[in-house]
């Protein structure tokens, strides 16, 4: 899964979704409403986006993955996204939580930066219990005494959450380390760790992003990494796809 | 600030109030919504409670803070609470946020447990932003590595805060230990480093509370805690209410 | 317990020395080996500053508490220091801490910003078993995610240590905050929370010094925090010395 | 790098050094002596076990990595020993640090559970400085707030060490992450990130190993660790040995 951190407009976004479907790709990332800790941040472009979605969709054939963050986007959501994402910021807010489970849809649930495995695992728990059984969990870096980076991505996670439960697990290695540089040897890294997938920040442009460009790889470094990560697959026998 | 972690049945409830009631304060506290970290957990006795709140304020004149966990609560947390409190997991649920502030009613901000300082002020700056300045932000610890009590009170924080912002500081002794014998020091401590106010969690029978009991002092304690307050007080210069 | 981060000079280290002892105060503290993350710091003046140790208990009758650092230097430690005081990134060097324990001396144990609660208390216990019995603990700040303060003053360690161990709690706000203007609030509130003494980091100029000076106190703001300790003590019943 | 936590006694070291041998390896690890969090835990086996170091040398023809404590076992660890460790708890113990540089030995530095990135280059540049240029880094894992695994295994410093400093990085999946059953994945997601080398604990009988059995993986799961390490090393284009 790749795409931008925001929807910022529709040429940057159709430029990178193609890059994307170029590569082989069938799934694109693209925030609409951005939950920033100031209010003064851009904060996407929200409603307008589903018709850039909708474009993508008709003239690429890539299945969309964004991310909710009110009550009130459900119904459009329902009608553009094919993979609801429950961000870090909402993984506890538990009323919210079995609303969005209670669309049917696949939820890609980010485990909060400050949470253990095991509330992660009840997170989940909320979202089973309305009855909605595809949800894959998003390892995506905790909080830590460390400043280089911007979060510590836990490797040890992405083994023992294999090891308790059956749902799949997904890696975000561009928030895990916030440092585009270290983005391609730490997701290729949670591969290894038994990690079912990788959902990334791609750019066409990375330095003048609106939101998170300092994390965001270019489509040349998601290219390398996609040839990697074949490899590894053929090593571990898995298949790609 | 006093009362129990959750409303639990009319007798209950009443029996603390009074018991706050008679130790001379005038707020009283009450979840009737919890986000319980696993959906297995009792998560308060809902809307049926607001009854209680209105008996508790037309019969012994206390003022209601209790936490709104959802939209759908709001048109009647406006109709029998005073103060609205937004719990910690929500700090960073800025569309709600916004939705609550827009009530114009006060609003106790819980600081997460994993935000920094600074989220914290911003997380106020999206309720101050709606034209909402009745904020009081609320320190009640911090996660850390120490596995001997449930949270880390973090004691900078309130004379740190007293020097940045001109919003009140409420400190929760209750969930900064999580231990009901350390209670009343760190609450006389946070005092001493300069918070306005503190609220605590207190049970009539902590023992047998369906929420937080370890951590609910008594209402004898509650007692020591508020003669010792008031010497406090005395010896800052401060007014006691 | 009061003085420099680190012993400079004659003259400083004198004009501090004379400033404590006005206020009243028994006993000086002062580095003479810094243990220095960088080794490209100023690791003090080494062993020349025993003679100004030895000048200030002669004219002014003060007690020394000083850091040791190596083995090397326990021979001298004994004639000119009275209190041997283990830093934090020693106490889980614990051959070391058995040699130090060894000369007898009162020690000064303080906690390692990333040491539990029961790791400060079994690295006294490697002390305790060598016989010597003269241990006082220091909380003196964790290591959190929180970075506008240099460590997170661990104030619920107060009270729960005075339950567990009968050893004295001495709390040291400098290194607890990293913050100048917060020395006194959480000194202060460590002192209300249970706290048997404090242990401050002042000097005559603390923009000027070469270690922690933007954490030292002036003497005029140690006076005042000496006045309101007096207060504190009144109010606890505790006997000021 | 593989053998036990700790000698335990002759027999048992033997068997895992022949067992490390037949799999190939040229390098055992192996402690005599141990600083335990309690004084009460098993210390290791002391300089008695220097003679069967000196067996494994003459019959298997190992390289010998063992961890140094204390200035009195530095003569004694140059004759017997070809890498010397300096353990996490040791990492900020400086002037301990110079000592064991001076030996002229390479060195293998832990980084401290609580040190950062920075603070472990720096502990290294005290070592480089006396003139010591063999020095090995070791990530063995961060202090968290997640209770599930002993330490978390900071795989975003593996890559960024690699981008900052030309030092060799060697990964410690064992305290890493304190379970057994992960030890391997977490190796594997460490050499995938770039790292040089592995250092791993392995036990002939991990359950009844005095120290660390439930970290500690068997012979066979070692070899299946080194066939994988072999793929690893072919893809990435590197030499194993």
């Not at 159709?14 to 082989?24: H, M, P, Q, T, Y």
């Not at 919210?96 to 728990?125: C, D, M, Q, W, Y």
Request: charged fraction near 20%; proline fraction near 4%.
């Amino acid at each position: 899964m790749a795409g931008p951190c925001t929807v910022e407009n529709r040429e940057q976004t159709l430029a990178i979704a193609e890059g994307v479907k170029n590569l082989g790709l069938t799934v694109f990332r693209g925030g609409l409403f951005k939950g920033r800790t100031s209010p003064y941040n851009f904060k996407g472009m929200g409603a307008e986006g589903f018709q850039i979605f909708m474009e993508i969709k008709k003239s690429l054939g890539l299945i969309i993955v964004s991310e909710v963050t009110a009550s009130s986007q459900i119904p459009q959501m329902i009608e553009y996204v094919d993979i609801l994402q429950i961000g870090s910021r909402n993984m506890q807010n538990y009323e919210f939580l079995r609303e969005v489970a209670r669309t049917g849809k696949p939820i890609l649930l980010k485990r909060h930066f400050s949470a253990n495995i095991e509330e992660l695992l009840l997170a989940a728990e909320y979202i089973l219990l309305e009855g909605n059984e595809q949800v894959m969990l998003c390892e995506r870096g905790i909080k830590t005494f460390e400043p280089m980076t911007r979060n510590t991505f836990d490797i040890n996670a992405i083994p023992l959450l294999k090891e308790i439960t059956h749902l799949p697990i997904i890696a975000d290695p561009s928030h895990g380390t916030g440092i585009r540089s270290i983005v391609n040897p730490v997701g290729k890294a949670a591969l290894m760790a038994g990690a079912d997938g990788l959902i990334v920040e791609v750019h066409n442009n990375p330095d003048q992003a609106l939101c998170d460009g300092f994390q965001s790889i270019t489509l040349e470094m998601l290219s390398e990494l996609l040839t990697e990560t074949k490899a590894i697959c053929n090593l571990l026998g898995k298949k790609f796809n």
